[in-house]
């Protein structure tokens, strides 16, 4: 059956194609923002059949894209001052889209403990394929620099993991990244490699020996899933994933622990354990990266401003994140006496901002969707039968229902029946790696 | 992987053991992708993109694509060979000199353009087409690092002396939250964890002087469209040009940038309003003027942003950002990033063309930044992977500078915020008197918490609002 899909002209000059959206709570994961030339889409990742929503900002800019994502009527119907109702074509293009919002949620939630730089690199490269200019993701010369290296390691070692789809990965690189700039210093490395790729398809690839994987060392060893939480105990409280720098992610529910000391001095002493290392993919390079930096909040529901602040650092061990927050004789009163007391863990360059019991039980929510759909795609792929995807979902319905029955009821929904999209390279090494060492 | 155009071109060449005169990869796409996507476009009104993955019933089409293409493949790499020795005619005869590298891809698209027209490429074709990429190659080469510090040092540091210091001083970046107050190196001595967009005015001179050279920076169709006026910048010693506007307010050499980068800004750095707001831009665009340089900001200009701010927060792409992040979390950093994407495009307006932008140029670099650059890079920005250097990795600006340099990322309204709020949370009896509606009590103790620099925070209104309004957003 054709659909239609509606063009909406906006006051301010933008224009909406798709359903009316404001990125609220029907989408009980969240949702992907995913920006080309001229126009942002915006991706339910839990509903692989959906129509992503799309704001035109540019008008000029964005036809190509919009042609190729909904279709030349849809192109043709921006121009219109009236609502239009036009048919949406079947275009293949749309699938790579909602697959690339697919990434980048899962690079933004890190429901799991995936390698993010494997995540970063299908994203980039779906991206490139989308974008179409010089803003592409592959203009970075760090990512030029990892699939370079990506492809050096998969020529010389034939039996890498998921070898096939990372030169699939590389070659489709290698097709959109710009030619005509080879003479860069920080291109000479891919472009060598992609020579290298020309000459393998014509002459066959090499290969090293076993011997030489000494490389892989015991940090590449599978790590568990994350906890799922349990509220046990007292002064626990669980990190907002969108808040915290990326590092500190995955998070079970509860796993920031903290205790009131009355003094002397009155102080709060917070402990974070820090997130297992998901198993580096040995065929990408790892790039440094600037340490984190994180602040806390002693924070009461009837209390505008935070108790107390600090900065937290990780222990000499590198396992746990700790700080100790100072109180004054009035802020100990203040938080002896509140009956709601939890710590508002952040980056350091996100601000304060009122608390909200409402928000917070939101965000949990949204967070147990977020588990239910990453666990429910790995346990549709490998068959697995543990539940957890299910019980996921269905808690998330419980903790979505007082503010949305329509997303609890879709929460339910998901955790019987779902459509998913394909599986990205990053949870097919997960995969890969936690049936080859359990 | 599914198949895209490019990859079934790519194997029927493969198949028939055709290898191309030219690169490969430029064949490939300019010429055997861009033949196919023809015929798709003329069968079927629409084509996939050359890279994008096709869909089953594309793959059905894919036969009637292809049909023919060998003959038309071995055609046109002949019509390349042709151009390529009438290039090297023309370089022997002393014309001019050329790189294959650089040559390849404009042989490709020029011939991709023929084929799909159906022109016939004869010999004299071949010898047109020859002197139309002599024409369009780069008449000039960047020069290394080095040879940049040894031939322009000296007129850097003449050329800061005389205003580097003063524009700094008098237009600091870090007010504007486009970097450090600093002097950028003249070449990059520290390696920048990011190379983009995001160094702002910390950018060194060479790598200014480099982007005169980015393929992306030669087609500038998405600056000021509709301006009459678009006479190129004039020919001159680009690595000169740099070094002179390095040292001129915010590094940019047009007053009339300077102007729309504070004005941008000023629009951005108060709340936005909470009721919303409403920007037709094609209305305040037109007509196409001139943008006012008698002040250093134009109240016009920045009103319009702020405008344009406060209805994105309603709209459902900044909607979904707030409900995610909260609008004031995400203040600073669409500060900062719309800044220094902005500084990107007027640094680009002034290598390409001589007048400056006028109002209709504006929109597009504002809503850019809005809708697509800041969600593409909040995540980023938040973790710390974009930033300003450590100031100690830059010059001084001055000689006799005393002055710590200003942090770009804490300035304005919420660096005051901020610290105003860390005032607050060590004294909670001043909260408590914005509980109890004590107004007066308020203002007296307020100005005794800030008397030592009220300048750093927020007014006694100002901080009174904020707490009401925090009070407001508890539930």
């Keep these: 059956m054709k659909l239609n899909i509606r063009i909406t002209p906006g006051a301010d000059g933008t224009v909406g194609i798709g359903g009316p959206t404001t990125g609220g709570p029907e989408a009980p994961a969240g949702v992907a923002l995913v920006g080309l030339r001229g126009v942002t889409l915006m991706v339910d990742p839990t509903d692989a059949k959906a129509v992503p929503h799309a704001t035109v900002f540019d008008l000029d800019q964005a036809r190509l894209s919009v042609e190729a994502l909904y279709g030349a009527l849809a192109c043709e119907a921006l121009e219109s001052r009236e609502p239009v109702d036009v048919p949406l074509g079947d275009l293949p293009g749309r699938d790579s889209a909602t697959q690339l919002g697919l990434l980048l949620w899962l690079a933004e939630n890190r429901p799991l403990p995936l390698d993010s730089a494997l995540v970063d690199l299908e994203a980039a490269v779906h991206w490139a394929g989308l974008a179409d200019d010089d803003e592409g993701p592959l203009e970075s010369s760090d990512r030029l620099t990892t699939l370079a290296e990506m492809a050096r390691r998969l020529r010389e070692t034939s039996t890498l993991p998921l070898a096939d ?17 080879e003479d860069d210093s920080e291109r000479v490395a891919f472009a060598h490699e992609r020579a290298m790729l020309q000459v393998e398809r014509r002459y066959g690839a090499s290969s090293l020996q076993e011997a030489d994987l000494t490389w892989l060392d015991a940090h590449m060893r599978p790590t568990p899933a994350p906890a799922m939480g349990a509220c046990d105990a007292q002064r626990r409280c669980s990190i907002n994933w969108l808040r915290v720098p990326s590092a500190l992610l995955p998070a079970g529910e509860d796993t920031v622990r903290f205790e009131i000391v009355a003094g002397p001095p009155p102080r709060v002493h917070i402990t974070i354990p820090a997130p297992e290392p998901a198993r580096p993919h040995p065929a990408i390079p790892r790039l440094e990266q600037p340490p984190p930096r994180v602040v806390a909040s002693l924070r009461s529901y009837a209390w505008p401003v935070p108790l107390a602040d600090a900065a937290l650092s990780l222990d000499t061990s590198g396992r746990v994140w700790t700080g100790t927050l100072p109180l004054s004789t009035e802020t100990l009163a203040l938080a002896t006496g509140s009956a709601d007391l939890d710590v508002d863990v952040r980056a350091e360059r996100v601000p304060w901002t009122s608390p909200s019991r409402r928000r917070v039980r939101m965000d949990a929510a949204q967070r147990w969707a977020a588990r239910g759909l990453a666990l429910s795609r790995l346990q549709d792929a490998s068959g697995a ?4 995807a299910e019980d996921a979902f269905r808690y998330a319905a419980r903790l979505w229902a007082p503010y949305s029955r329509a997303t609890a009821e879709r929460c339910l929904a998901l955790a019987t029946t779902r459509d998913q999209l394909p599986l990205t390279l990053a949870e097919r090494w997960f995969l890969a790696a936690n049936q080859a060492q359990p | 992987v599914a198949p895209t155009i490019l990859s079934q071109v790519d194997e029927l060449m493969r198949g028939l053991g055709l290898e191309p005169c030219v690169k490969r990869s430029d064949f490939l796409e300019h010429i055997g992708a861009r033949i196919v996507r023809a015929r798709w476009l003329e069968a079927r009104g629409t084509a996939p993109k050359a890279s994008t993955p096709l869909s089953h019933a594309d793959e059905g089409f894919l036969d009637v694509a292809l049909r023919d293409l060998p003959s038309a493949l071995a055609a046109a790499n002949e019509s390349c060979r042709g151009i390529l020795a009438a290039l090297e005619a023309l370089a022997a005869g002393g014309a001019t000199t050329w790189q294959w590298t650089q040559a390849s891809e404009r042989i490709c698209t020029r011939v991709g353009a023929l084929f799909c027209s159906g022109a016939v490429v004869d010999a004299a074709a071949e010898q047109a087409l020859a002197a139309d990429v002599i024409a369009s190659l780069p008449t000039e080469q960047p020069i290394s690092p080095d040879e940049f510090c040894l031939h322009y040092r000296e007129a850097y540091e003449r050329a800061w002396a005389a205003k580097g210091c003063a524009s700094v001083t008098g237009h600091p970046p870090s007010a504007i939250a486009l970097g450090v107050d600093r002097r950028p190196h003249l070449v990059d001595v520290v390696r920048v964890p990011v190379s983009n967009w995001s160094l702002g005015s910390n950018r060194a001179v060479y790598l200014r002087y480099r982007l005169h050279f980015k393929a992306s920076s030669r087609s500038i169709s998405s600056c000021c469209p509709r301006c009459a006026d ?42 936005p309003d909470p009721h919303g707001g409403w920007l037709d831009w094609a ?44 609008l004031v979390e995400l203040l600073v950093a669409l500060r900062w990033v719309a800044v220094r994407r902005t500084w990107m495009d007027l640094h680009r307006h002034e290598r390409t063309f001589a007048e400056p932008l006028r109002t209709c140029g504006i929109p597009l670099s504002v809503r850019n930044t809005l809708f697509r650059a800041f969600p593409n890079v909040y995540r980023e920005w938040r973790d710390g992977l974009i930033g300003d250097p450590p100031p100690e990795n830059l010059l001084d600006p001055c000689p006799t500078s005393s002055a710590a340099p200003g942090s770009a990322a804490l300035e304005g309204f919420i660096g005051r915020r901020s610290r105003t709020l860390t005032k607050l949370t060590a004294n909670p009896s001043m909260v408590k008197q914005v509980i109890d509606g004590s107004v007066e009590l308020w203002r007296a ?22 707490v009401e309004a925090l009070i407001e957003g508890m539930d």
């Design chain 2, 283 to 326: 209305t305040w665009a037109t007509p196409c003027r001139p943008i006012a340089t008698d002040r250093e900001s134009d109240e016009d200009l920045a009103e319009a942003v702020a405008s344009a701010l406060s209805a994105w927060q309603f709209h459902p792409v900044g909607a979904v950002l707030v409900r995610q992040f909260g």
């Design chain 2, 230 to 271: 678009r006479a190129s910048a004039p020919e001159s010693d680009k690595a000169l040009l740099e070094v002179a506007r390095a040292c001129e307010p915010y590094g940019l050499g047009s007053r009339t940038h300077q102007v729309v980068l504070r004005s941008l800004a000023d629009g951005l750095a108060g709340q």
């Design chain 1, 385 to 388: 039968t543990s539940g957890a």
């Design chain 2, 445 to 466: 103790s307020y100005a005794g918490l800030v008397a030592n620099a009220p300048d750093d925070h927020l007014t006694a209104e100002e901080a009174f609002d904020l």
């Design chain 1, 165 to 181: 789809e990372l030169r699939g990965l590389f070659a489709r690189a290698a097709t959109l990244v710009d030619r005509g700039r």
